[in-house]
């Protein structure tokens, strides 16, 4: 019981922590499942996140490969609403490339189960 607290408070600042170097603007936040959610986001300086709903990192059937979103110059990722990624998954923005991502019009949420790749042109 005191390990899955401590995890659920490592998870939590670790969520946090994303939120505020990867996100640039919206009212949005990055959550991790649990703290051993392996997530790598690389961003050029130019580039920008824009969260107006929950950037979810939830692995896959209790998958563990490691979700990958890279930004190149001048990109733009925009999550509307709240958006689940499994484990595995590889989004790839192009330099002046944006992508948008989400939904929620009549489920909670949207996403991409495990083992994907996305890339923006």
């Known amino acids: 019981m005191i390990m899955k607290f401590i995890e659920s408070v490592l998870s939590f600042l670790r969520s946090k922590f994303m939120t505020k170097i990867f996100?640039?603007?919206?009212?949005?936040?990055i959550k991790l499942?649990?703290?051993f959610v392996k997530v790598k986001i690389n961003k050029e300086k130019t580039s920008k996140i824009?969260?107006?709903?929950?950037?979810?990192?939830?692995p896959h059937f209790g998958g563990n490969a490691r979700t990958?979103?890279?930004?190149?110059?001048?990109?733009?990722?925009?999550?509307i609403g709240d958006f689940?990624?499994?484990d595995g998954i590889k989004i790839f923005i192009n330099a002046n490339a944006e992508l948008i991502i989400g939904g929620c019009d009549s489920e909670p949420t949207s996403g991409?189960?495990?083992n994907?790749?996305?890339?923006g042109i």
Request: zero cysteines.
């Open 23 to 29: 996100v640039d603007n919206g009212t949005g936040r």
């Open 68 to 79: 990958s979103i890279i930004l190149g110059k001048n990109s733009r990722l925009i999550v």
């Open 112 to 114: 991409i189960t495990s």
């Open 33 to 35: 499942a649990n703290v």
């Open 116 to 119: 994907s790749l996305t890339h």
């Open 84 to 86: 689940v990624q499994g």
């Open 50 to 58: 824009k969260l107006n709903g929950k950037l979810i990192f939830l």
